[in-house]
């Protein structure tokens, strides 16, 4: 994602992500006031993963929930360039590190109207139950997250909640315990369910929606402790991808074994974007060809590993003839 930002020319800060977490003392870092008796919180060390090398660009941030804001100044510090964003439904206080201030809305991030957007980096802190996980996801993936995007889901420890339990005055609405009996389909179900349909498609079946559009979108999830993160597809990955080479190796529960062709791109939204958008997008990258390519280049190899096989044979045999010609007068004599 990095090479789609401008490079930023403001003077870094030496501190890693755990060190500022230890300075402005985030309850995401598992801080309560400057005790940390959360051990369990490990994403100061999760995200370097993704966001160390946006350090040195210039983006848009959006984190979802402002608690007590030192979130929000962690971002600030951790990345100098960033324009950072927090939206909440009832906080609308404006952290700030020195001369740089939060960008704050009051809202629901879940709410189609939100429109702060696009976001190169959206972190989901907000209300942790499930279906709020998910609305905001469907609301703002597709449509408020730029192409290359980022996309992170904090607290994922609710989906293995028991239906019901309080949270924030609401009762949880998910599946009860591990059997995934309960309501409704968990946050971690959902997204192992997009790993598999659209992300894997080409194996299982690529016009599956978990859900919705925003799901063709996925390029790769990520599972770790509480966090889900997303990375959203490009241009550069505006690549007809055509059916698997080897269909007859599927399993028959795998629709994927029916397919023939390349995909309808009226099945895709993303496709659409690609072809709309031109460049990259409108045409397959030099050498690049489509899975009915793939099959046939491969039927072709085949016939002509037949065809020097067939050709050796052939000419054994007419030496073995010659052979017999020649000594069969001396055998007369």
Not at 90 to 108: E, F, L
Request: with cysteine; net charge neutral.
């Amino acid at each position: 994602m990095s090479d789609f930002l401008a490079a930023c020319d403001k003077p870094q800060v030496a501190q890693s992500l755990s060190e500022l977490g230890a300075q402005h003392r985030p309850s995401k870092f598992g801080y309560m006031g400057r005790r940390r008796p959360f051990t369990h919180a490990q994403f100061d060390t999760i995200y370097p993963l993704f966001l160390e090398e946006l350090r040195t660009k210039e983006f848009k941030l959006l984190e979802i929930g402002l608690d007590t804001g030192a979130s929000l100044r962690t971002w600030l510090d951790y990345f100098p360039c960033a324009e950072v964003h927090g939206v909440d439904l009832h906080n609308t206080s404006t952290p700030s590190v020195g001369h740089r201030v939060v960008t704050t809305h009051a809202g629901d991030a879940s709410d189609p109207a939100f429109a702060a957007g696009p976001f190169d980096v959206v972190i989901d802190d907000g209300g942790h139950h499930v279906r709020d996980q998910l609305a905001t996801f469907a609301a703002i993936f597709e449509r408020g997250l730029s192409p290359g995007g980022i996309y992170a889901i904090e607290d994922i420890e609710t989906s293995y909640w028991e239906d019901g339990t309080p949270l924030y005055g609401r009762p949880t609405k998910g599946p009860a315990g591990c059997d995934g009996k309960g309501s409704g389909r968990s946050t971690v179900d959902t997204f192992l369910s997009i790993v598999h349909a659209p992300v894997n498609g080409k194996f299982t079946d690529r016009v599956a929606r978990v859900t919705g559009p925003a799901d063709f979108w996925v390029k790769s999830v990520t599972f770790s402790l509480k966090l889900i993160v997303l990375t959203k597809k490009s241009d550069r990955d505006c690549v007809q991808v055509g059916p698997y080479i080897w269909p007859e190796k599927l399993s028959r529960t795998c629709p994927a074994s029916r397919q023939r062709g390349p995909p309808d791109p009226a099945d895709d939204p993303f496709w659409r974007w690609c072809q709309r958008h031109g460049g990259e997008g409108a045409r397959r990258p030099s050498g690049a060809s489509t899975g009915t390519e793939h099959i046939l280049r491969a039927e072709i190899q085949e016939l002509r590993r037949r065809n020097g096989a067939l050709q050796a044979e052939l000419t054994a045999a007419r030496g073995s003839r010659g052979r017999g010609r020649a000594s069969g007068p001396a055998e007369g004599r």
